[in-house]
């Protein structure tokens, strides 16, 4: 059987402009789940298990409202509050996210390719920080685009001690297909402030793949959480100026938001979820 799931192997990349210029570049690999296929994968690969204990794993309760079994389910409904119309049954996301190694994650950004009779009618972007709390962006895509797609909306959380809260995110994202790129621009009212993405080669998501992925990045899930602590210890020591948290009114929250195509401005409102 062909899978639409997949690993993408690739890098990260991070670019701040100013007030002190400051880069990293790391090795990383990202699945690409059709949660369709979750029970396929769980039976079919020796090193995965949704739902439980694995080398690899993925958990519902890692993302959306956190209920166990409900995930497709919430997405459907942030599709149907933002007026995107799927066709009975035919729904299809794709999550981009980083698995559990050894049990342990962290994903500051999956992203949600959702897809109506193979057409995409919408991107979700859920956005985690190290405070435990998520913001997911739902914006629906142009009808008629193909290729590259180009998303605007303000922030809505506070992600990291060094970027300021009034900021607006700007996507550039090429959906999986032989290759994917995730590629965001941050900026605030004096321009520019910091580049990330991630870039990534498909390669078939099998039983070896996941072997070959664990020798060549042996507890990456870590040294993701190791990496963003240790650039901030780099940016601290370069007197960038830090920006305290302020909690989120709701841990678990969304906003739609809908790109005004002429402007380039986004709208929406925001919900928090239900606990």
Known sequence: MTLRSA????????????????????RVFSLLLDLDEL?????????????????FSFRDSDHGAGETGGLKRWVGQHLADAGVAVSDGSLRVDMLCYPRMFGYVFNPLTVYFCYDQNQLVAILYEVRNTFHERHTYIIPTDAEQTGTVRHSCAKEMYVSPFV??????DFRILPPSEKVLVAINESDDQGALLFASF???????????????????PLMTLKIMGAIHWEALLLWAKGNPIYRHKPASNRIASSINVNDVAAGAPMGGMKNEPR
């Open 39 to 55: 029970p396929l994968l769980d039976k079919g690969l020796r090193l995965f298990g949704h739902n439980r204990r694995a080398v």
């Open 7 to 26: 690993i993408y192997a690739g890098h990260v990349v991070h670019a701040r402009h100013r007030p002190r210029a400051h880069k990293m570049r790391y």
């Open 164 to 169: 300021p809260m009034e900021c607006t995110y």
């Open 199 to 217: 870039a990534g080669e498909r390669r078939p998501l099998t039983s070896g793949a996941l072997l070959r992925a664990l020798l060549s990045y």
